[in-house]
């Protein structure tokens, strides 16, 4: 099998693309010492991204506000909601929430 050097170059410069982002931060600010407020500030970035991520994804249904009466999804994040925050369990949350998804959108498929 011949290796056609544009196609190994493109995959290359997308590995490098993807890594230096991710890796010049991390050893920048490995070797500084973040003042209080930064380090509060950074504590709230994943949250933040999660709920954005699961904000919009119940929420909404092809770029529109998604009716509340049938949207299976943000049903089914009710009792996952309540098992995570009664639990604290990752398996079990995953659990219910794959278990009510999978009834909720049965039911409604039949009705």
């Known amino acids: 099998m ?17 890594f230096l ?8 600010l490995s070797r ?6 930064g380090v509060r500030w950074l504590h709230y970035v994943p949250i933040s ?3 954005a991520l699961v904000g919009q994804e ?7 506000l998604a009716p509340l ?5 943000l049903m089914a994040a009710i009792p996952t909601f ?10 079990g949350t995953v659990v219910v929430g794959m278990a009510s998804i999978m ?3 049965y039911l409604f498929s039949i009705l």
């Open 2 to 18: 011949e290796v056609r050097w544009d196609v190994f170059l493109i995959i290359a410069g997308c590995a490098l693309v993807t």
């Open 21 to 28: 982002p991710r890796v010049l931060p991390l050893m920048v």
């Open 32 to 37: 500084m010492q973040l003042p209080e407020w």
């Open 49 to 51: 991204v999660m709920a």
């Open 58 to 64: 119940l929420f909404l249904h092809e770029g529109k």
């Open 69 to 73: 009466l049938t949207n299976v999804e």
């Open 82 to 91: 309540l098992v995570a925050i009664w639990t604290r369990s990752l398996l």
């Open 103 to 105: 009834v909720l959108r």
